[in-house]
T-cell receptor, first 111, second 116 residues
């Protein structure tokens, strides 16, 4: 069965410093992986997706993620955090169209 | 294009009452999903429709939850009777075609249900 594990429930960074949100996946075949963001009282928004093309995936708002098969990881990064990045982030694996979400990582950004 | 619409945005009910949520997917999207997101957790799939047929409802508590998608467009999710543990955000998502991992699911804003 497909699954994802987000290794941190909460990450706090200062504005202008790098962001790293960690995700490991488990899959019996080459997975499709996504990162979604959820701002308070807003819907889920797709940040980026990996679909077996390039292993380094660029998304919106300066985020990117690297698929590492040897480490079964799909970590999300951003070089410089902005206050508006504060939100809940979900690592997601697709199981034939059904999305399986991780528990989420809450990102706080300090001024 | 217009996004996924959901209503109401918020609902507060007493336990044992019934409640219904409505979802209008993006025009032309054949696949529709309902997810339940309990506070502090990631969304969990409740039911998946392809057009007006159910593809997967294995996670739907069928003793109290029901869902339909008449005419393959709008969908309603009902809870009867509600329990305290049903307090959650109910998210609707749609998908341009079924079973393709590379396509993106589009989410509505959700309905936040509080059961007292």
């Amino acid at each position: 069965a497909q699954s994802v594990t987000q290794l941190d429930s909460h990450v706090s960074v200062s504005e202008g410093t790098p962001v790293l949100l960690r995700c490991n996946y488990s899959s019996s075949y080459s997975p499709s992986l996504f990162w979604y963001v959820q701002h308070p009282n807003k819907g889920l928004q797709l940040l980026l997706k990996y679909t077996s093309a390039a292993t380094l995936v660029k998304g919106i708002n300066g985020f990117e993620a690297e698929f590492k098969k040897s480490e079964t990881s799909f970590h999300l990064t951003k070089p410089s955090a902005h206050m508006s990045d504060a939100a809940e982030y979900f690592c997601v694996v697709s199981d034939w169209g059904k999305l399986i979400f991780g528990q989420g990582t809450e990102l706080s950004v300090k001024p | 294009e217009a996004g996924v619409a959901q209503s109401p945005r918020y609902k507060i009910i007493e336990k044992r009452q019934s409640v219904a949520f409505w979802c209008n997917p993006i025009s032309g999207h054949a696949t529709l999903y309902w997810y339940q997101q309990i506070l502090g957790q990631g969304p969990k799939l409740l039911i998946q429709f392809q057009n007006n047929g159910v593809v997967d409802d294995s996670q739907l508590p069928k003793d109290r939850f029901s869902a339909e998608r008449l005419k393959g467009v709008d969908s309603t999710l009902k809870i009867q009777p509600a329990k305290l543990e049903d307090s959650a955000v109910y998210l609707c998502a749609s998908f341009p075609k079924g079973g393709q991992d590379t396509d993106t699911q589009y989410f509505g804003p959700g309905t936040r249900l509080t059961v007292l």
